[in-house]
């Protein structure tokens, strides 16, 4: 079975600094999707990133980059230019493209607080 | 675009009381889940419907969980009789479909706090 691993229950960051948030992976699949979602005090979940385990292109979204390492199932989440509204819970997960399931693995997530 | 709504926010109530949750997909999506959140943890599945049939119940405590989407479109949850580990955010998303295979987008509704004492 796959698991997702966030060994950070918090981080801080100043606001403008940068901040990277540290997953860890296991699987025996060759193929996978692996996405970090962020979720504030209102509880809804949003996707801020998505990588395709067949593509070795890190995945980028404006302030938002992953650094993507297969062989270390490796897939950490670099916040650049913090902003105070990025202060949330931010989830880590595996979704394998096998079977008819579309079930996302989270991981236990990490806190993240950003200070003016 | 109106996104996942979910009814009610909160629910208090008493060990081995019944409670259901309500929630409405965004309109067109054919894939709704339902996923518990305990505190400290990350969402689980519970179940995954594809219009009005089940695609996935394997992780639902079917002998007190119970969830149905008869006209596929909302759904509704059901706990039957709640224990104190049921305490949790009860989340609903939805998808436009089942990935085929790449997946689509899963967008959450708010979440229903669910506390049993």
């Known amino acids: 079975a796959q698991t997702v691993t966030q060994s950070q229950p918090e981080m801080s960051v100043q606001e403008a600094e940068t901040v990277t948030l540290s997953c860890t992976y296991d699987?025996?699949?060759?193929?996978?999707?692996l996405f970090w979602y962020k979720q504030p005090p209102s509880r809804q979940m949003i996707l801020v990133i998505r990588?395709?385990?067949?593509?070795?292109q890190n995945a980028t979204e404006n302030r938002f980059s992953v650094n993507f390492q297969k062989a270390a199932k490796s897939f950490s989440l670099k916040i650049s230019d913090s902003q105070l509204g990025d202060a949330a819970m931010y989830f880590c997960?595996?979704?394998?493209?096998?079977?008819?399931?579309?079930?996302?693995?989270f991981g236990t997530g990490t806190r993240l607080q950003v200070f003016p | 675009e109106a996104g996942v709504a979910q009814s009610p926010r909160y629910k208090i109530i008493e060990k081995r009381q019944s409670v259901a949750f309500w929630c409405n997909p965004i309109?067109?999506?054919?894939?709704l889940y339902w996923y518990q959140q305990i505190l400290g943890q990350g969402p689980k599945l519970l179940i995954q419907?594809?219009?009005?049939?089940?695609?996935?119940d394997s992780q639902l405590p079917k002998d007190r969980f119970s969830a149905e989407r008869l006209k596929g479109v909302d759904s509704t949850l059901k706990i039957q009789p709640a224990k104190l580990e049921d305490s949790a955010v009860y989340l609903c998303?939805?998808?436009?479909?089942?990935?085929?295979?790449?997946?689509?987008?899963?967008?959450f509704g708010p979440g229903t706090r669910l506390t049993v004492t």
């Open positions: 998303a939805s998808s436009l479909a089942v990935s085929d295979p790449v997946p689509y987008e899963q967008y």
């Open positions: 699987t025996s699949e060759s193929d996978y999707y």
């Open positions: 990588q395709e385990a067949y593509k070795q």
């Open positions: 997960a595996y979704r394998s493209p096998y079977g008819n399931t579309d079930k996302l693995i």
């Open positions: 309109s067109g999506h054919a894939t």
């Open positions: 419907f594809q219009n009005n049939g089940v695609v996935d």
